[in-house]
């Protein structure tokens, strides 16, 4: 089996706790190395990847024969700068969500990713759970008939931690570039619709968004239908979507942080007090986006979310900014 060597910039507990993790078990990739320029926070990840290289830092990274992919963690704001380094520098390149702060900036990376050859994408894993997958193949043998309306909820608080990049307007801070990507992504993905019209309502502090809802209509594949999405970074946790259909209905549990926040499931109902579960126990789904990214690599196999998806999901972001009413 071919191996994807990959190197990390930056030393971020997501990556730590997660990414850095799925990268070494997965069956087609091997951590090779990481930028940064502490030694303490380096040590966790030597701790689970021996042989780890340290770089002091990006630009060595970079420069860095031995590294075939790369995986970018950092703040918001410097998503798209390190992209389009790192693609410069010859490596295939998977970045944390958002890539990009508006959906203009996608088409300097669409256009860096087509002039290289490189493989470069946005870290958007929930496509590759077979929970989403499972979703959407539903959806598409229409098992709950034509969509009438999509329920999407993400939540968390962390008012108790101001500092946190999140809640900071000069690291890309907010919760619609947080978690709007998740409630606004997912639908595009499992249905295929785009939004028609949307309206909005948010509450800020300190310049970023901590709550907001979103309703309007997507129209796809299967008609124009009703769609509502409430984020927030001040409210108790939750997490949750809901497919309508002429008939039947589809819930989704734990869609976005599955394992984490509880087990992912999805449940279908239809009429006469029918319903079927089916569950997902113990998938990792960075370990499955990691091996993801491999397999389009090695063997050429589509990659089930390219840039201009994402940039979809950045113009349906951008365009609730647009239409937003604060509160």
């Not at 069956?27 to 966790?44: F, G, K, Y």
Request: include cysteine.
């Amino acid at each position: 089996m071919a191996i994807t060597r990959w190197g990390i910039l930056g030393a971020a507990k997501f990556a730590r706790e997660h990414m850095g993790p799925a990268i070494h078990a997965a069956r087609n990739a091997e951590l090779v190395a990481l930028a940064s320029s502490s030694a303490d926070r380096a040590a966790p990840f030597a701790a689970f990847a021996p042989g780890l290289r340290l770089h002091d830092s990006y630009e060595a990274l970079l420069a860095d024969p031995g590294i075939d992919a790369v995986y970018i963690p950092l703040p918001n704001h410097l998503h798209l700068e390190w992209t389009l380094r790192a693609i410069a520098a010859g490596k295939h390149v998977l970045t944390e969500k958002p890539m990009a702060m508006r959906a203009g900036e996608f088409d300097r990376l669409i256009a860096a990713r087509d002039a290289s050859g490189l493989l470069v994408a946005e870290a958007y894993m929930i496509v590759h759970h077979p929970q989403w997958q499972k979703v959407r193949a539903l959806i598409a043998e229409g098992a709950i008939g034509r969509i009438d309306h999509v329920d999407t909820a993400f939540s968390y608080d962390n008012r108790a931690d101001p500092g946190n990049i999140r809640n900071r307007p000069e690291t890309g801070g907010g919760g619609l570039r947080d978690i709007g990507v998740y409630t606004f992504g997912s639908t595009r993905f499992a249905t295929g619709a785009e939004p028609v019209a949307l309206s909005a309502r948010v509450k800020l502090e300190n310049g970023v968004d901590t709550w907001a809802q979103v309703v309007g209509e997507m129209e796809g594949p299967t008609g124009r239908f009703t769609w509502s999405s409430i984020t927030s970074m001040r409210l108790f946790p939750r997490q949750e979507v809901v497919f309508q259909g002429e008939t039947g209905l589809i819930r989704v549990t734990a869609p976005f942080n599955a394992g984490l926040f509880g087990e992912a499931q999805v449940e279908l109902h239809r009429s006469g007090n029918s319903s079927e579960c089916w569950r997902f126990p113990a998938v990792n789904q960075y370990v499955l986006q990691v091996e993801a990214f491999g397999r389009s690599l090695q063997e050429g196999v589509p990659y089930a979310c390219p840039l201009e998806f994402s940039r979809g999901t950045q113009a349906m972001i951008d365009q609730v900014f647009a239409v937003a009413t604060e509160i």
